[in-house]
């Protein structure tokens, strides 16, 4: 059974910085795309990031871009999201999903396995 827990949400005050880590359990961590969603208040579950397996290839959302970033850590089967010059609309509960293959997706319907979240919110 795979397992994803994360950690490091919290509240900061915009401009500010947190970093969001991901440790997964379960299947071969390696194997398999990482990715970051986030959910607000009233709205859809949206894309932020993703990771391939060997961290070869990234991909971010436009809203995020240049201010997020996303790394792994296989020999610690840990994800990470690293977001600077936080947004008070960066507000949000933060989920870490592992894909069912290799690749890069923002497809939400790829992700086979999901953490409960971690909330994020950004004061003005």
């Known amino acids: 059974q795979v397992q994803l827990a994360e950690s490091g949400g919290g509240l900061v005050q915009a401009g500010g910085s947190l970093r969001l880590s991901c440790a997964a359990s379960?299947?071969?961590?390696?194997?398999?795309?990482m990715g970051w969603f986030r959910q607000a208040p009233g709205k859809d579950r949206e894309f932020v990031a993703a990771?391939?397996?060997?961290?070869?290839?990234?991909r971010y959302a436009d809203s995020v871009k240049d201010r997020f970033t996303i790394s792994r850590d296989n020999a610690e089967n840990t994800v990470y999201l690293q977001m600077n010059s936080l947004k008070p609309e960066d507000t949000a509960v933060y989920y870490c999903?592992?894909?069912?293959?290799?690749?890069?997706?923002?497809?939400?319907?790829?992700?086979?396995?999901w953490g409960q979240g971690t909330q994020v919110t950004v004061s003005s």
């Open positions: 999903a592992q894909a069912d293959s290799v690749v890069v997706t923002a497809n939400l319907n790829n992700y086979a396995y």
């Open positions: 379960g299947r071969t961590f390696s194997s398999y795309a």
């Open positions: 990771i391939s397996w060997g961290a070869y290839s990234t």
